[in-house]
């Protein structure tokens, strides 16, 4: 693999960590990557390599071109695998692909495809496989939110946003002019728009993971769980709705021998103590964030009398509130920037959430990488302060200007959790102290929840973002004008230049300035979001639990896991 000149620059500022969920054992907020343990420090495999673990949520597809959750995210590991996974130490392994030539211009990848890989009903995965799995969350039809991951390609935008009478660029009708061929049953070639050098990582994402040819004609292929298809790790046993969701080691898998566990059960609840009390009693062998959680008032007593088996480590994800930018009374940025400047943060995470959680005053997290060091060290997060008095104001301001003399009914929004409970009727709380405004709180289950944040169905809504590769691009991409993320329906045309012309630059300096500037807009300028805090991974391990890897982002991956001896 060849990166030389500018894409060997590039390399050492964007190097690619991995996914979100979107989640080191260290604690000082730089997400540094965790894992549970390693073959040579083994006490001996147990007989039963059975993992137990809990999801807060159901997930609410299981089709990788939908997929835009954490909980999904973390039951897609188990089914698939890209063309190259993420190792403990974040860097690119084998998956489908066994090598890869990457161009000097850094424009052309060729990826070698292992001729053992197949899928769990026996037919070989193929190059082809590849080419009709991203045409497929490229179609403007499959509506998929993460189609613009694939932009990096060439002509993919195009394809994508055909139908889209906002679209500025060069349309593609025909998909055979988007930058992504078979040249033979075990080789795929890709030709990207511009030098990415994080994009070796991003094959490992779930909308690149391919699929198999009969979803295309199987309407329940995706829902008939017994019967799916699938490449990766483990294949679907068992889907009981609001149970429990069972795989089974794929002992077709190309890399079997590297899977110990034989099974994993998850069970499904939203309850956080229920969750604990399994873990305690031995029903569970891990416990926590990002497919679980434990209870915030009780992880001060949980960390006493189980140190050896807490943990509560730093990642680069962001825990914030979303406003309707379209919707009365959040049309008004003056009311916006009230709300956000009218909380305190610091007893939210010392009282409320209880994690060493670090309040949030921008949206790129501590952990994402900036021109020399990390983008937080290099540009502070101080483009608002908490000010009740100035609250008041422009409260007053905003609602002048809007005609006001009461504010509209306000409903904030979350999904079904007890932590996301606690933090909402805090907010609404000190909202209600300190700018004298009363504001309902709705808890929403996981899906109706994610449909309603994505059809505007809200006026403020709970939400976090964890990074899928190390560079502020991935926080700051998701608002600009049209993206399938940008729930707020945020519009600024500067912001959208800002972002857009760091594709380009040659310039580290320039890019993270540029960066920044968005940042500003979005924040200090527009409040389209109201940050709130910067995550950290709470969790508890059993001691006999190894190799579960958590990167920097927070995402987990119990795919190379085993089970000691207790």
């Not at 070796?200 to 979803?215: C, D, E, I, N, R």
């Not at 329906?489 to 540029?514: E, G, H, I, L």
């Amino acid at each position: 693999m060849k990166r030389k000149s500018l894409l060997v620059l590039l390399t050492l500022i964007l190097a690619f960590g991995t996914v979100l969920a979107a989640c080191g054992s260290k604690n000082e907020g730089t997400g540094n990557n965790t894992d549970t343990g390693s073959a040579s420090e083994s006490n001996g495999l147990a007989k039963d390599q059975v993992l137990k673990i809990n999801l807060t949520a159901e997930p609410p597809t299981l089709d990788p071109a939908q997929a835009k959750d954490s909980q999904t995210n973390t039951v897609l590991k188990f089914l698939y695998e890209g063309l190259v996974r993420i190792d403990a130490d974040g860097k690119e392994q084998a998956g489908v692909a066994t090598d890869w030539k990457i161009s000097e211009d850094g424009l052309k990848y060729v990826f070698n495809l292992n001729p053992e890989a197949k899928w769990s009903n026996g037919d070989a995965i193929t190059a082809e496989d590849f080419v009709r799995s991203w045409e497929r969350a490229l179609k403007p039809e499959t509506a998929s939110p993460y189609a613009y991951q694939l932009y990096y390609i060439k002509g993919a935008e195009g394809y994508n946003r055909s139908s889209d009478e906002t679209f500025e660029g060069t349309k593609v009708t025909d998909f055979a002019q988007v930058g992504v061929k078979a040249t033979d049953e075990h080789t795929l070639e890709v030709t990207l728009e511009n030098p990415t050098p994080y994009f070796l990582g991003l094959t490992a994402f779930y909308t690149y993971y391919p699929v198999h040819q009969s979803a295309d004609t199987n309407d329940k292929f995706f829902t008939d769980y017994k019967n799916m298809i699938v490449n990766g790790p483990f294949t679907m046993d068992t889907y009981a709705k609001g149970q429990k969701i069972v795989v089974k080691k794929n002992d077709g898998y190309h890399a079997a021998s590297d899977i110990k566990l034989t099974q994993i059960d998850m069970s499904l609840t939203s309850s956080s103590a229920s969750e604990l009390q399994a873990y305690k009693s031995g029903q569970l062998d891990y416990t926590g964030a990002p497919n679980g959680e434990i209870p915030t008032d009780q992880i001060p007593s949980v960390k006493a009398e189980l140190p050896d088996e807490f943990k509560a480590t730093g990642i680069a994800s962001t825990y914030y509130y979303q406003f309707n930018v379209n919707e009365a009374p959040f049309n008004n940025v003056k009311i916006r920037k009230a709300f956000a400047m009218s909380i305190n943060r610091q007893p939210i995470v010392d009282k409320v959430t209880q994690g060493g959680q670090i309040p949030a005053f921008g949206f790129v997290p501590p952990g994402i990488r900036g021109e020399n060091g990390e983008f937080r060290d290099e540009h502070k997060d101080d483009y608002f302060t908490e000010n009740v008095e100035e609250a008041k104001k422009l409260l007053e301001e905003g609602m002048k200007e809007e005609g006001y003399t009461t504010l509209p009914a306000i409903t904030l929004i979350y999904n079904t959790s007890d932590n996301h409970q606690k933090i909402a009727l805090a907010v609404a709380d000190m909202w209600k102290n300190n700018l004298g405004v009363d504001v309902k709180t709705e808890n929403q289950e996981w899906g109706v929840f994610l449909d309603n944040r994505q059809n505007q169905n809200f006026q403020v809504a709970r939400a976090g973002w964890s990074a899928d590769y190390n560079d502020p691009y991935n926080f700051l991409e998701m608002w600009t004008t049209g993206n399938t993320n940008n729930d707020s329906k945020f519009s600024n045309a500067q912001y959208d230049k800002d972002v857009k012309d760091t594709v380009k630059s040659a310039d580290p300096a320039a890019r993270m300035a540029a960066f920044a500037d968005a940042e500003k807009i979005l924040i200090q300028d527009e409040m389209a979001v109201m940050p709130i805090y910067y995550y950290t991974n709470v969790s508890l391990t059993k001691p006999y639990l190894k190799g579960v890897q958590l990167d920097f982002s927070g995402a987990i991956d119990f795919t190379r896991a085993y089970l000691e001896e207790k």
